[in-house]
């Protein structure tokens, strides 16, 4: 697979990336230790969680289009509505995860996610909300939502969610 060292360096630096930005803190909920309980109904917005699943406090996931990690005016808007939950909820803090849809080289689409991750983050803490609550990820095409290959597939993968890390 590596005929030389030269084509291993690409994926040492991703694989200590994600360990790297992976691991959990102190503060941060470990999934394996609390996860969300099964029983939590779809409409229960209190479970820690995350904006995927509906489960992170009413947080929604952004989308971004193809090959961007611009903010549209629509993703303003669920920015501003995910800011006041957080300026409600004062002790809550989040991770935001970029996600980018499986066309692109692994690095290409890691770069990509962080960037629509920070410009998330860096959005938020524009408008008030305090910058050691966020903390992000770049998860670039690694974790697909939706696996399909066409345009309306791809695009729900091109995203930033929330994970609730503590309340």
Same mark, same amino acid.
């Given at each position: 697979?590596?005929?030389?060292?030269?084509?291993?360096? =690409?994926?040492?630096?991703?694989?200590?990336?994600? %360990?790297?930005?992976?691991?959990?803190k102190k503060?941060?909920?470990?999934?394996?230790?609390?996860?969300? =309980?099964?029983?939590?109904?779809?409409?229960?917005?209190?479970?820690?969680?995350?904006?995927?699943?509906?489960?992170a406090?009413?947080?929604?996931t952004?989308?971004?289009?193809?090959?961007?990690?611009?903010?549209?005016?629509?993703?303003?808007?669920?920015?501003?509505?995910?800011?006041?939950?957080?300026?409600?909820?004062?002790?809550?803090?989040?991770? %935001?995860?970029?996600?980018?849809?499986?066309?692109?080289?692994?690095?290409?689409?890691?770069?990509?996610?962080?960037k629509?991750?920070?410009?998330?983050?860096?959005?938020?803490?524009?408008?008030? %909300?305090?910058?050691?609550?966020?903390?992000?990820?770049?998860?670039?095409?690694?974790?697909?939502?939706?696996?399909?290959?066409?345009?309306?597939?791809?695009?729900?993968?091109?995203?930033?969610?929330?994970? %609730?890390?503590?309340?």
């Amino acid at each position: 697979m590596f005929n030389n060292k030269k084509n291993l360096f =690409p994926f040492v630096i991703a694989l200590a990336l994600t %360990v790297s930005f992976g691991c959990s803190k102190k503060d941060e909920l470990n999934p394996d230790e609390n996860p969300v =309980p099964t029983s939590a109904g779809a409409d229960d917005n209190s479970a820690i969680g995350d904006s995927d699943t509906g489960r992170a406090m009413g947080l929604q996931t952004i989308h971004f289009p193809y090959d961007s990690y611009e903010l549209s005016a629509a993703d303003k808007e669920a920015l501003a509505a995910n800011i006041q939950i957080l300026k409600d909820k004062s002790s809550a803090k989040i991770q %935001v995860e970029g996600h980018c849809d499986q066309r692109g080289g692994i690095q290409y689409n890691l770069a990509l996610g962080e960037k629509r991750a920070n410009a998330v983050r860096k959005y938020m803490i524009d408008k008030g %909300v305090q910058g050691n609550r966020i903390t992000t990820i770049s998860f670039g095409k690694e974790k697909l939502i939706d696996q399909g290959t066409g345009e309306d597939s791809m695009a729900k993968n091109r995203r930033a969610n929330f994970v %609730v890390t503590s309340r």
